[in-house]
């Protein structure tokens, strides 16, 4: 009997083997995946964004909830996929929250614009 290996047999051993590697990713624990969704959620917090884009993170929060549960039951590809979704929808609700400040901050602006002209222009007047 020849050491060697058929075509088959190598293709069969290669199928087998990434068959295997995709299963054995699907089980890994997410834990890095809810980590960083839960930094991602405290970071939108840290934002603003209970005031600024409450929908957003609280949808954000029930899904990172979601995924801690997902977690604790060993569903890692469905916690895997909440955390994820949490990452995103607490990015979105930092972004929000950022964005209204900046439009508040630029609004302020705006007024004392405003109120520098009226009296610059009050001055003028009294001057003629």
């Known amino acids: 009997m020849s050491p060697r290996l058929?075509?088959?047999?190598?293709?069969?051993?290669?199928?087998?083997?990434?068959?295997?590697?995709?299963?054995a990713s699907q089980k890994a624990p997410a834990t890095a995946d809810?980590?960083?969704s839960q930094a991602a959620v405290e970071n939108a917090a840290q934002a603003g964004a209970a005031e600024l884009a409450p929908a957003e993170l609280t949808s954000a929060r029930?899904?990172?909830a979601r995924a801690n549960q997902a977690l604790k039951e060993r569903?890692?590809?469905l916690a895997s996929e909440l955390a994820t979704q949490a990452q995103a929808e607490a990015k979105l609700?930092?972004?929000?929250a950022t964005s209204a400040k900046a439009t508040s901050a630029a609004d302020a602006v705006q007024d004392n614009i405003r109120?520098?002209?009226?009296e610059l222009d009050r001055a003028n007047s009294a001057n003629k």
């Open 6 to 23: 058929t075509l088959p047999a190598l293709a069969a051993t290669v199928v087998s083997a990434l068959v295997l590697s995709a299963c």
């Open 34 to 36: 809810v980590a960083v």
């Open 62 to 64: 029930e899904k990172f």
């Open 75 to 77: 569903d890692y590809k």
């Open 93 to 96: 609700a930092q972004s929000k």
């Open 115 to 118: 109120v520098l002209r009226e």
